[in-house]
């Protein structure tokens, strides 16, 4: 067995084991994924409001030029996402544009999987694509888990590179740790496979365990995230585990509900303000406790939308679309080309960067390791100062 998960209570706990190669310690930046759940649309977040082509494909749900955030003579960000601001003119949000790849799937289960494994379009995997980068490779032993994932979705850190915990509520984790440490496992009976499964639940208790123990004891955010939808709570979970030092490598998080297919505005001006909220307490508190160098956010959505709104006042699936990344040690700015709204294929965005390229770039950035997803050659970006 490659890989086992158990699964505590009300799935609010599970552990992702697997038989890897022990890991050695060394210097990283801790990845902070965020996936903004059923396809965000990147024309209405990074708006070309310059280009008369944006107005005229979507005349119903378009953003005016007067509640634009310019940052360029191009391109702005949505109002809803003033609370980035400060990141961006502290230089330390960077605006990855046209990200994509070939032969796009509209398919949102098919669309995510490619995303969390770096697979191309024509290729299915099973492990996840923060896993891989860390195949072969000697991890510090820490606390016994090498990352965590605050929502449902563990897929880029599953498989044998990674020991990864679920853990959508840190209060139930810490009740369910407690009532872990109270439980006897049952001998193995000379049984090797009842052994093996046991060595694994122990190993599970000893982590769940440890991390009890750093988040009962850890320090608090300085800053408090709004109460929303729950990507608060999974932030200020994300924000304790960087107080108090967990070593690991990746955590990730979630915000869910961007699938716009009508009436559109309103539901993804509400999703990016709690996006833009979470994101700046984040900061503020990393910033305060002097962690933001020690940290590298990027947010990513199965696709992007179609170029023309609809019917219904939305838009269907697309392909290419706009990603931050932030962090105190990465390159502010646009990075990119912005696909041309006059050179569509079949009415949807071209890609102008492919998204393992962005993987390959984090993957140097974050834990000085080079993989390349299979591009040749790999084309990095310079988002790392």
Same mark, same amino acid.
């Given at each position: 067995?490659?890989?086992?998960?158990?699964?505590?209570?009300?799935?609010?706990?599970?552990?992702?084991?697997?038989?890897?190669?022990?890991?050695?310690?060394?210097?990283?930046?801790?990845?902070?994924?965020?996936?903004?759940?059923?396809?965000?649309?990147?024309?209405?977040?990074?708006?070309?409001?310059?280009?008369?082509?944006?107005?005229?494909?979507?005349?119903?749900?378009? /953003?005016?030029?007067? !509640?634009?955030?310019?940052?360029?003579?191009?391109? *702005? %960000? +949505?109002?809803? $996402?003033?609370?980035?601001?400060?990141?961006?003119?502290?230089?330390?949000?960077?605006?990855?544009?046209?990200?994509?790849?070939?032969?796009?799937?509209?398919?949102?289960?098919?669309?995510?999987?490619?995303?969390?494994?770096?697979?191309?379009?024509?290729?299915?995997?099973?492990?996840?694509?923060?896993?891989?980068?860390?195949?072969?490779?000697?991890?510090?032993?820490?606390?016994?888990?090498?990352?965590?994932?605050?929502?449902?979705?563990?897929?880029?850190?599953?498989?044998?590179?990674?020991?990864?915990?679920?853990?959508?509520?840190?209060?139930?984790?810490?009740?369910?740790?407690?009532?872990?440490?109270?439980?006897?496992?049952?001998?193995?009976?000379?049984?090797?496979?009842?052994?093996? /499964?046991?060595?694994? !639940?122990?190993?599970?208790?000893?982590?769940?365990? *440890? %991390? +009890?123990?750093? $988040?009962?004891?850890?320090?608090?955010?300085?800053?408090?995230?709004?109460?929303?939808?729950?990507?608060?709570?999974?932030?200020?979970?994300?924000?304790?585990?960087?107080?108090?030092?967990?070593?690991?490598?990746?955590?990730?998080?979630?915000?869910?509900?961007?699938?716009?297919?009508?009436?559109?505005?309103?539901?993804?001006?509400?999703?990016?303000?709690?996006?833009?909220?979470?994101?700046?307490?984040?900061?503020?508190?990393?910033?305060?406790?002097?962690?933001?160098?020690?940290?590298?956010?990027?947010?990513?959505?199965?696709?992007?939308?179609?170029?023309?709104?609809?019917?219904?006042?939305?838009?269907?699936?697309?392909?290419?679309?706009?990603?931050?990344?932030?962090?105190?040690?990465?390159?502010?700015?646009?990075?990119?080309?912005?696909?041309?709204?006059?050179?569509?294929?079949?009415?949807? $965005?071209?890609?102008?960067?492919?998204?393992?390229?962005?993987?390959?770039?984090?993957?140097?950035?974050?834990?000085?390791?080079?993989?390349?997803?299979?591009?040749?050659?790999?084309?990095?970006?310079?988002?790392?100062?």
């Amino acid at each position: 067995m490659d890989r086992r998960q158990f699964l505590f209570g009300a799935s609010t706990l599970s552990f992702v084991l697997a038989a890897r190669s022990a890991l050695a310690d060394q210097a990283h930046r801790v990845l902070v994924l965020v996936e903004l759940k059923g396809g965000n649309d990147g024309l209405n977040t990074v708006i070309p409001y310059a280009d008369p082509l944006y107005h005229q494909f979507r005349p119903g749900i378009g /953003v005016a030029r007067d !509640r634009t955030l310019q940052l360029d003579e191009h391109v *702005g %960000l +949505h109002h809803r $996402l003033e609370a980035l601001m400060d990141s961006w003119k502290a230089r330390d949000l960077a605006v990855v544009q046209g990200v994509g790849y070939p032969t796009p799937n509209r398919s949102h289960f098919r669309s995510i999987e490619i995303w969390d494994t770096a697979s191309s379009s024509n290729r299915t995997l099973s492990e996840g694509w923060v896993s891989r980068v860390f195949e072969g490779v000697t991890l510090p032993h820490g606390a016994g888990v090498d990352a965590i994932v605050a929502d449902t979705n563990a897929l880029p850190m599953t498989g044998p590179g990674l020991r990864t915990i679920v853990m959508q509520d840190a209060a139930n984790f810490l009740h369910q740790a407690e009532a872990m440490k109270k439980t006897q496992d049952p001998v193995g009976n000379g049984n090797p496979a009842l052994r093996h /499964v046991l060595d694994v !639940r122990r190993e599970v208790n000893a982590a769940a365990a *440890g %991390l +009890h123990a750093k $988040l009962r004891d850890g320090p608090v955010p300085a800053y408090t995230f709004a109460a929303d939808n729950g990507f608060g709570h999974q932030l200020d979970l994300a924000t304790r585990l960087l107080l108090a030092r967990v070593p690991v490598m990746a955590i990730k998080v979630a915000l869910t509900g961007f699938d716009t297919h009508a009436n559109q505005a309103p539901t993804q001006e509400r999703l990016l303000g709690f996006l833009a909220a979470g994101l700046a307490t984040f900061r503020k508190n990393l910033v305060a406790a002097n962690l933001w160098n020690d940290v590298v956010v990027l947010t990513y959505s199965e696709f992007g939308r179609r170029v023309r709104q609809n019917a219904s006042g939305g838009t269907d699936h697309g392909t290419a679309a706009p990603h931050f990344v932030m962090g105190g040690k990465v390159k502010g700015g646009l990075h990119g080309a912005y696909p041309s709204l006059a050179d569509l294929q079949d009415g949807d $965005l071209k890609h102008t960067v492919d998204f393992r390229n962005v993987y390959s770039t984090l993957a140097r950035g974050c834990w000085g390791l080079q993989r390349d997803f299979g591009q040749h050659p790999v084309r990095p970006i310079d988002l790392f100062a």
